[in-house]
């Protein structure tokens, strides 16, 4: 069994809606509709202007994916980002989440983000497992700020800090401009947790 992190591709849309269409289903996504490959590619294209969008394969087979975007539109927030990530069921429980995860957290420290946000619906106990466990703290919980399935949801932030809070902070840098070979190892570190 072999795991592999990288960053996304337009290729990779269609495993992408595969994956993430059961969540569209359920309680723990706000999203009424599952996307189709052609929107997904359309996300994973804007996304990773800016932000990093990974793959997880196992065994050459995508099984789950994880992206940035953006916090809030004001400039002020220019050095905060949301983390998601979806899996495909037969992948749960298996660590993809922390290993993904963990990539995803390396690359917007490297990128200079200071802030990053984790929302969830909640209740979710393997979401919120996930964010303790990689130091996420719980700072907020919007009461039935959601509805979907005729339930009103809460939703939890979770938030962790990457860099320090410095007067005069680094400026982002997009994704893209990131130097390949620090990709490829963040990446790398990531799959090593689950290639042991």
């Not at 969008?53 to 980002?81: M, Q, S």
């Not at 990128?111 to 209740?123: D, H, K, R």
Request: charged share 25%; aromatic share 12%; with cysteine.
């Amino acid at each position: 069994m072999s795991y592999l992190i990288r960053p996304a591709r337009p290729s990779d849309a269609e495993s992408c809606a595969r994956a993430y269409a059961p969540y569209t289903a359920m309680l723990i996504n706000f999203e009424y509709s599952a996307p189709d490959g052609a929107e997904m590619a359309r996300r994973i294209t804007e996304t990773m202007r800016d932000y990093p969008w990974l793959i997880c394969e196992k065994d050459g087979e995508v099984i789950g994916y994880a992206y940035a975007h953006r916090f809030r539109t004001r400039p002020a927030y220019d050095w905060d980002a949301e983390l998601s990530i979806y899996l495909d069921r037969s992948a749960t429980g298996a660590g993809v989440g922390p290993a993904l995860y963990s990539a995803l957290l390396e690359l917007l420290r490297l990128q200079n983000y200071v802030n990053v946000y984790g929302a969830v619906s909640i209740p979710n106990p393997p979401s919120e497992r996930l964010h303790e466990k990689l130091g996420f703290e719980r700072v907020a919980v919007f009461r039935r700020t959601g509805r979907k399935l005729g339930e009103w949801r809460d939703l939890a932030f979770y938030h962790i800090v990457l860099n320090d809070y410095a007067a005069s902070p680094a400026e982002v840098i997009p994704f893209p401009a990131l130097a390949p070979e620090a990709v490829l190892r963040a990446c790398a570190e990531g799959a090593a947790r689950l290639n042991k």
